[in-house]
Antibody, heavy 120, light 107 residues
């Protein structure tokens, strides 16, 4: 059974950088695309971007100037960095797996979510 | 970006009711449509995709249909554990986008 565990700092100040990591256990890491999605009361669920085991990425235009995703295949982990934070980035951040080995795919395994609060 | 519009935004129903939620895309997303259920405090859970294929372990009272721009999620015989918020998502064209959600509440 695939499990996705996520962690990272939950309280950040404006202008700081968000860093979150997800670890995948119980299933294959290679071949899949690994996704970051956030949820806010105002914007709902927003796709931030995704990365595959080779490090190829797809980013949402809404985040492209501030986002970097990376992967560590030796640890079956992938990470999200989001720079220049503002209060509008306060959200629950989820990582998830694309069900098929292609980016155009529903998301079948999700992390529990990390509440990130941006406040001075 | 493809805009996904769900209706209604919320509904009240009783255990045993048949419930229908619709999702309309601003342009065609040929069968690249998924439905998720989210319970408070939990991550979304994949229910259906493509758009009528049931995810493993999901009860058969959930069904999906549609094509082009218009899709439907039906729950036949609402159970207490089905009171939640439901989201549609298109995975046809990046950026992948979600509907705003439909909250199913107890009448």
């Amino acid at each position: 059974q695939v499990q996705v565990e996520q962690w990272g700092a939950g309280l950040l100040k404006p202008a700081e950088t968000l860093s979150l990591t997800c670890a995948v256990t119980g299933g294959s890491f290679s071949g899949y695309w690994w996704t970051w999605i956030r949820q806010t009361p105002r914007q709902g669920l927003e796709w931030i971007g995704e990365i595959n085991h080779s490090g190829s990425t797809k980013y949402s235009p809404s985040f492209r100037s501030r986002v970097t995703m990376s992967v560590d295949t030796s640890k079956n982990q992938f990470s999200l960095n989001l720079t220049s934070l503002t209060a509008a980035d306060t959200a629950i951040y989820y990582c998830a797996r694309s069900k098929w080995q292609q980016p155009s795919s529903p998301k079948d395994y999700w992390g529990r979510g990390t509440l990130v609060t941006v406040s001075s | 970006d493809i805009q996904m519009t769900q209706s209604p935004s919320s509904l009240s129903a009783s255990v045993g009711d048949r419930v229908t939620i619709t999702c309309r895309a601003s342009q065609a997303v040929p069968n690249s449509l998924a439905w998720y259920q989210q319970q408070p405090g939990n991550a979304p859970k994949l229910l259906l995709f493509s758009p009528s294929r049931l995810e493993a372990g999901v009860p058969s009272r959930f069904s999906g249909s549609g094509s082009g721009t218009d899709y439907t999620l039906t729950i036949s015989g609402l159970q207490p554990e089905d009171f939640a918020t439901y989201y549609c998502q298109q995975y046809y064209s990046t950026p992948w986008t979600f509907g705003q959600g439909t909250k199913v509440e107890i009448k």
